[in-house]
């Protein structure tokens, strides 16, 4: 085990259409969360799981997303109908319930 | 909408200079940490501060927590081209499990 790990490191898509990412966390971390973050800022909570359960999301989670983390492993994001302004990085990162938050190298998004 | 602003936004020095990076707030954290990102990876974690006035030394980083809890600094002594990246304060409120980022400073240091 070494690390985040997610998966497309960088997608291009066209407007419209759907995309997913998927991101498995460290072993055994039980929370696992999902940041944005456009270039130039800082990242953008959207939503975290402890397990299984996805216990927030922010109000920058439109209809359009939705996560999952159906056996408190992994987790995917997937974007519907994808707009322009949903380009940027997501970021994934797992902890144990009071711990040090590690990051993955992110999904590099691109809506044209 | 970011609680925690950072500032400078950007900042270009020369190896061997001194730097102070400044996080600020309207509220109070249970902690703040200081990660360092660069291009096409993720935050990587420097420093956790929890109590006010707190003071942690990471070889030429010195990083302090403000005695309200709402503001920290980052400074870095003698700096070189190794420590070029954006850097990002994260704070997490009392009863929440979330972090909340800062807006950045990005440090060029030349050679």
């Known amino acids: 085990d070494t690390g985040v790990s997610q998966n497309p490191r960088h997608k291009i898509t066209k407007r419209g259409q759907n995309v997913t990412f998927r991101c498995d966390p460290i072993?055994?971390?039980?929370?696992l969360y999902w940041y944005r973050q456009t270039l130039g800022q800082g990242p953008e909570f959207l939503t975290y799981?402890?397990?299984?359960?996805?216990?927030?999301k922010s109000r920058l989670l439109s209809d359009r997303f939705s996560a999952e983390r159906p056996k408190g492993s992994f987790s995917t994001l997937e974007i519907q109908r994808t707009e322009q302004g949903d380009s940027a990085m997501y970021l994934c990162?797992?902890?144990?319930?009071?711990?040090?938050?590690?990051f993955g190298s992110g999904t590099q998004l691109s809506v044209l | 909408t970011q609680l925690l602003e950072q500032s400078p936004q950007f900042l270009s020095i020369q190896e061997g200079e001194n730097l102070t990076v400044y996080c600020n707030s309207s509220?109070?954290?249970?902690?703040l940490q200081w990660y360092r990102q660069e291009p096409g990876e993720g935050p990587v974690l420097l420093v956790t501060?929890?109590?006010?006035?707190e003071v942690k030394k990471l070889k030429r980083l010195t990083f302090q927590f403000g005695d309200a809890r709402k503001d920290s600094s980052l400074h870095i002594t003698a700096a070189q081209p190794g420590d070029t990246g954006l850097y990002l304060c994260?704070?997490?409120?009392?009863?929440?499990?979330?972090?909340?980022f800062g807006t950045g400073t990005r440090l060029q240091v030349f050679p």
């Open positions: 990162a797992s902890s144990l319930s009071t711990g040090e938050m590690f």
């Open positions: 994260a704070g997490d409120f009392y009863n929440t499990d979330k972090l909340i």
């Open positions: 509220s109070v954290f249970s902690s």
């Open positions: 501060v929890v109590t006010g006035g």
């Open positions: 072993s055994e971390h039980n929370r």
């Open positions: 799981f402890q397990n299984e359960a996805q216990l927030e």
